[in-house]
Nanobody, 116 residues
Framework: QAQLMESGGGLVQAGGSLRLSCTAS????????MGWYRQAPGKQRELVAT??????NYAESVKGRFTIARDNAKNTVYLQMNSLKPEDTAVYYC???????????WGQGTQVTVSS
């Protein structure tokens, strides 16, 4: 088993920046993919960005503003969020897919609020 722990959320003004971090702990599992999803009030959870084997994938709405990075040695994934907009307000969830069995893990979520 692994636990994903997110940090870095908060309140920021439009145009500002935040950096989210997520570390997988509690096991020696390796993950074939790690990423970030978000869920705004009244909306479905949606993909923000994923990284797998050095390949990255972004939602169209965040391309050019957000950057995902991963430190495999630390089992940590980061999301640098720049030029934040009020519509980026959501709970951001870390996601990891275990390499061997494909089990999916989720973090508890971290709130990001962007004021206009």
């Amino acid at each position: 088993q692994a636990q994903l722990m997110e940090s870095g959320g908060g309140l920021v003004q439009a145009g500002g920046s935040l950096r989210l971090s997520c570390t997988a702990s509690g096991s020696s599992l390796s993950f074939k993919s790690m990423g970030w999803y978000r869920q705004a009030p009244g909306k479905q959870r949606e993909l923000v960005a994923t990284i797998s084997g050095g390949f990255t994938n972004y939602a169209e709405s965040v391309k050019g503003r957000f950057t995902i990075a991963r430190d495999n040695a630390k089992n940590t994934v980061y999301l640098q969020m720049n030029s934040l907009k009020p519509e980026d307000t959501a709970v951001y969830y870390c996601n990891a897919i275990e390499l061997v069995w494909g089990k999916v893990y989720w973090g508890q979520g971290t709130q990001v609020t962007v004021s206009s």
